[in-house]
């Protein structure tokens, strides 16, 4: 079972994602259409882009945006949550043996600690998140079963993964089991709303094009985001 | 009945049409038409699929439903909090359920959707800034009215709307001959006291063609009276178009995009015609936005750039200011607490955040100037934008929306509010008229005549 999962499964499974994730990508651009958006993408690029990275680099930084500092708490469980999910998978030490074993290249490993916080981080997170759907009315209404579902989706590697480390039960099955929810995880990662983590960078963009293109930028103001 | 004679899918393109519409009081067999009117599905279904791209199309799929979106709303703010008044809800449980229905959707529905488009949001793109995905809920609910105008169901005001635009091409019913008389005569009746004056009309080449909005020659003609003495007194070469001068679009509230392109292209025909070196647009933000921003798009021209450099108003104001054009007399500053309101479609929509600023440290005493909270692109809508402040249908609960604007003018204690657009002038107005909380509201052009310099040889002979 391990074999096969790490093995040629894996390989299929980041070859579905990466190229998914690409072709969403790919998609998003190809779909922009400057007489729909109303925006002058190609003669104004320069401002585009300046623009664009703004809106991006705003959102990427806790408390920059508006958004991120009227509600303190959630920004700082929001950034928790989402540096737990993208830094642990990557620079997990068990996981760099294997790239190690299968690729011969390495990247820095992260202290047992800070990977056993990071991970409770997201867990934790996690569960915030989907109390605070139940908690707040004006998340309520918004929330479906998908948004559970996709909660769900998200913080099972890390579950399992501190159940297997732990090793409460027998190691050998949480660790399948720990691939098998992380490699859900990344084929969710094309296909579901989990495709923000590319799409998330391209909408940002687009809106700050727009806004530095036609909604002020070119008149030498910039939204403050 | 699939289609009503009033209420149907055809927009107003006759004079006819338009009085009959028009002579239905109150909109009421116009209402009653429009529940039995039958969803066309496939049609809106066919227009979805050529429109819905990666803008709208990614913005509805990876909304997170985090919610953060919902204090951002006005709207939202004054009803109480409801969630169904969350932004991403009210697009959601709208133009999302059309698209996952793939357009079959029932009559009932359509109505619905048609107060949520046109009395739960008057786009005007505040959400957009706070949503971490960029989605901007401003530009999908003026896409969701354009499905639901294309279908019949708009409200009856701007049916009309913009059948005038289409039949006169401006908002009112003002033909040629009722613009360029009323230009002739407010030109007369201030010459006595500004000897010269003139209202040219169709002059080639000036420096400036001025256009405005239809409700100017109708309603107010002294604006124009005082858009030419500001110009007089600046010395300014400009002109008027007789036809083109009408730069608003209720169709643009309407969601009738065909009309909003033939709209521009008679005003940048106006442009080519009189080869100005530059065009300026009355206070009036939503024909900014329509006729600068939104409108080079519509005529398909690749650099969003109108044929000419077109001014919103206190951009020229300021220009004339700075360059002495105008000069103001310090004794006459506005000595009160003053403040401002920041329109959406200039402020929000096109950065002037920063020129009408300028123009208050020309005519405000220190100490007198009193920023609303928030301001600048952050401003709150005035409760009136995107058509709402027309619509009698909605007036209940366009009076509940004026209440954000009632907070904050109260807020700064202030006595005048500077609204130097006309839809945030009428909202303010109506404000006080229905609050009554003891203010007073103003363009920019009255208080800069009231306060500016007049030179010795401009002044009439004693
Ligand atoms: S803030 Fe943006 S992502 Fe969050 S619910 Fe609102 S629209 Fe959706
Ligand atoms: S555009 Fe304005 S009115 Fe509409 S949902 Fe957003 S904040 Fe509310
Ligand atoms: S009426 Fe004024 S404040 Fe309201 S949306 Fe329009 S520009 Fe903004």
């Not at chain 1, 929810?181 to 296909?191: D, K, N, R």
């Not at chain 2, 009738?256 to 080519?272: I, P």
């Not at chain 2, 921003?293 to 700075?322: C, F, K, N, S, T």
Request: proline letters at 5%; glycine letters at 8%; aromatic letters at 12%.
């Amino acid at each position: 079972m391990y074999d096969l999962l790490t093995g040629p499964l894996l390989w299929v499974v980041f070859i579905v994602t990466f190229v998914g994730l690409a072709v969403r990508v790919v998609m998003y651009i190809r779909g922009l259409d400057w007489k729909l958006d109303r925006v002058a993408y190609r003669p104004f690029l320069g401002h585009g882009l300046k623009h664009g990275v703004r809106s991006i680099v705003a959102f990427l930084i806790p408390f920059k945006a508006h958004s991120w500092r009227s509600r303190p708490l959630f920004t700082i469980l929001f950034f928790a949550f989402h540096i737990g999910l993208l830094v642990t998978p990557i620079f997990l030490e068990a996981h760099n043996a294997m790239l190690e074993q299968s690729l011969g290249i390495r990247l820095p490993g992260l202290p047992a600690v800070v990977a056993d916080v990071l991970a409770w981080t997201v867990v934790v997170g996690g569960v915030f998140m989907a109390l605070r759907r139940i908690a707040f009315p004006e998340v309520r209404i918004l929330t479906t079963a998908y948004d559970y579902l996709l909660i769900v989706i998200s913080v099972a590697p890390f579950v399992t993964g501190l159940i297997a480390r732990y090793e409460l039960g027998s190691y050998d099955f949480w660790l399948c089991l720990h691939i098998l929810t992380g490699e859900i995880w990344l084929l969710a990662l094309p296909f579901t709303k989990l495709s923000h983590v590319v799409l998330f960078f391209m909408s940002r963009m687009q809106l700050g094009m727009d806004y530095g293109i036609k909604r002020g930028g070119m008149k030498g103001t910039s939204m403050s985001w | 009945m699939p289609e009503g004679t009033l209420c149907n899918r055809q927009p107003i393109t006759t004079e006819e049409q338009l009085k009959l519409v028009l002579n239905d009081k109150g909109g009421k067999q116009y209402y009653a038409e429009m529940e039995e009117l039958e969803v066309d599905s496939d049609k809106l279904w066919g227009a979805i699929q050529k429109t819905l791209k990666s803008r709208t199309k990614t913005w509805l799929d990876i909304c997170a439903h985090c919610g953060l979106c919902a204090e951002s709303c006005f709207l939202y703010q004054v009803n109480g909090r409801k969630p169904e008044q969350v932004p991403s809800y009210k697009i959601q449980s709208t133009l999302g359920e059309i698209i996952k229905k793939k357009g079959k959707v029932s009559n009932e529905f359509m109505r619905h959707c048609m107060d949520v488009a046109w009395s739960w949001c008057t786009c005007c793109n505040r959400c957009g800034q706070f949503c971490p995905h960029g989605i901007d809920m401003g530009v999908m609910f003026s896409y969701l009215r354009g499905l639901l105008y294309s279908q019949g169901f708009v409200p009856w005001e701007l049916k009309i709307g913009s059948g005038m635009h289409r039949v006169y091409r401006a908002q009112m019913d003002v033909t040629t001959e009722d613009w360029t008389e009323t230009c002739e005569w407010m030109a007369e009746e201030n010459e006595e006291e500004w000897p010269g004056l003139e209202i040219p009309i169709d002059k080639e080449g000036a420096d400036i063609m001025y256009t405005c909005n239809a409700r100017e020659p109708k309603h107010y003609p002294e604006d124009i009276a005082e858009a030419a003495i500001l110009f007089h007194v600046a010395g300014e070469n400009w002109t008027v178009p007789s036809e083109g001068w009408e730069q608003t679009s209720l169709s643009m509230f309407a969601g009738d995009w065909e009309c909003c392109k033939d709209n521009v292209a008679n005003v940048y025909a106006a442009l080519e015609r009189l080869k100005p070196k530059r065009a300026i647009g009355t206070e009036c933000g939503h024909a900014h936005r329509a006729t600068v921003i939104e409108g080079p798009y519509w005529v398909g021209r690749e650099d969003g750039q109108p044929p000419v450099p077109y001014m919103h108003y206190v951009e020229w104001l300021l220009e004339a200011l700075e360059t002495g054009k105008i000069k103001i007399d310090p004794e006459k500053r506005i000595k009160e607490p003053v403040t401002l309101q920041d329109s959406c479609n200039y402020v929000r929509n096109q950065g002037l955040k920063n020129v009408t600023r300028k123009i208050i440290e020309y005519i405000v005493e220190p100490g007198y100037f009193r920023e609303m909270a928030p301001n600048k692109e952050y401003n709150y809508c005035c409760g009136g934008g995107g058509g709402f402040n027309g619509i009698g249908k909605y007036r209940p609960q366009r009076n509940v929306a004026l209440l954000k604007k009632l907070q904050q003018i109260k807020a700064t204690g202030a006595k005048l509010v500077i609204a130097p657009c006309h839809n945030c002038w009428d909202a303010i107005r109506d404000l006080e008229e229905e609050y009554k909380i003891g203010i007073r509201w103003s363009f920019l052009k009255p208080l800069i005549i009231e306060m500016m310099v007049v030179p010795d040889h401009l002044k009439p002979e004693e």
